[in-house]
Nanobody, 116 residues
Framework: QVQLVESGGGLVQPGGSLRLSCATS????????MNWYRQAPGKEREWVAR????????NYADSVKGRFTISRDSAKNTVYLQMNSLKPEDTGVYYC?????????WGQGTQVTVSS
């Protein structure tokens, strides 16, 4: 059974930091690209960051480049998103995604709220 479980969301002030985690099981973690997406209220889900399979490379949306860092730990089958210098526009539900060719798995999401 495939599982992706996000954690680490919460309420943070502008300029603050959060670290999201996504613990996975039920598939071969190392062979999947791992992504973070987010969805703000009333908006479509958008891609945030990607860590390629076998740790080859990382990519970021322009809106988070230089502030967010994605990393993966194959020993723990977990992917992380370190978020620094958070802005109110970073508010939303953050989803973990695993993708390999046409196969995609999603987590249930974790809420991040950036507000003073």
């Amino acid at each position: 059974q495939v599982q992706l479980v996000e954690s680490g969301g919460g309420l943070v002030q502008p300029g603050g930091s959060l670290r999201l985690s996504c613990a996975t099981s039920g598939f071969t973690f190392s062979s999947y690209d791992m992504n973070w997406y987010r969805q703000a209220p009333g908006k479509e889900r958008e891609w945030v960051a990607r860590a390629s399979s076998f740790g080859g490379s990382t990519n970021y949306a322009d809106s988070v480049k230089g502030r967010f860092t994605i990393s993966r730990d194959s020993a723990k089958n977990t992917v992380y998103l370190q978020m620094n210098s958070l802005k109110p526009e970073d508010t939303g539900v953050y989803y973990c995604n695993a993708r390999r060719w046409s196969v995609a798995y999603w987590g249930q999401g974790t809420q991040v709220t950036v507000s003073s």
